[in-house]
């Protein structure tokens, strides 16, 4: 079993950033790739960003350029550097863990992007 909890959720005018945590506990070498989701209102989940264990990155594309997904395997913890936020970027994001066998999701943490 693999727990995931967010936090660094906030509001921010646009423009600003934001930096989102995400710490992992239980049976972490299990976990494969990491990720980051978003929702928003209204709108479907939506893949961010992700990082492999190996450190391989996927962006969004639009984000690119302004987040930066990473990873600290030490501390367990998967970090989201967002900066020049825009009011699009509202949402509930979410942290998920992929194992092989399944995926863990937290339970999101939101941002609020005002203009």
């Known amino acids: 079993q693999v727990q995931v909890v967010e936090s660094g959720g906030g509001s921010v005018q646009g423009g600003g950033s934001l930096r989102l945590s995400c710490a992992a506990s239980g049976t972490i070498l299990s976990i494969d790739g990491m990720g980051w989701y978003r929702q928003a209102p209204g709108k479907q989940r939506e893949l961010v960003a992700t990082i492999t264990s190996g450190g391989r990155t996927n962006y969004a594309d639009s984000v690119k350029g302004r987040f930066t997904i990473s990873r600290d395997n030490a501390k367990n913890t998967m970090y989201l550097q967002m900066n020049s936020l825009k009011p699009e970027d509202t949402g509930t994001y979410y942290c998920?863990?992929?194992?092989?066998?399944?995926?863990?999701w937290g339970q999101g943490t939101q941002v609020t992007v005002s203009s």
């Open positions: 998920n863990a992929q194992t092989r066998v399944r995926s863990y």
